[in-house]
Each structure stands twice: as structure tokens, then as C-alpha cells.
């Protein structure tokens, strides 16, 4: 599932025991919970809906904000 707004900011894909959410951010971000990065895309696994926190929710808006700009 892609997330799209002017230009595509994220993607969701499923995988057997996780979510994997692509975020394109505007700056390269150093967190542990990204198990990799290509350029500016940031991968997370989501393993259930407490993995996505108040970081996530501001990755997830600056994802949206870069992509509008």
C-alpha cells in the first residue's frame, strides 16, 4: 500500500510476521529501529500497533511534509 500525497511518502508492505513501512524523510535519520536505510528511504518493521509511537507519528508527518514540498 502506498501512501501518496503531491509524491509517494510512504509504503506499507506485509511481510509473514511484521509490517515493513518505507518512509522517504528529508534528512537521513540514525535510529536503531530502522533495519536499513537506501538514501532517504528508512525501512521500520511494525510487529503490532504499539510500534507505532509518537516517532513514528513524526517520521510519518515529516515523510508527508517532504513530499509536498
Known sequence: MFLKSDR????VRPKYRWLSLELALPDVVEDERFSRRMGRVHVLRLYGPDDVDDQVQEWLAQAYLYATD
Open 8 to 11: 509517494k511518502f510512504a509504503e
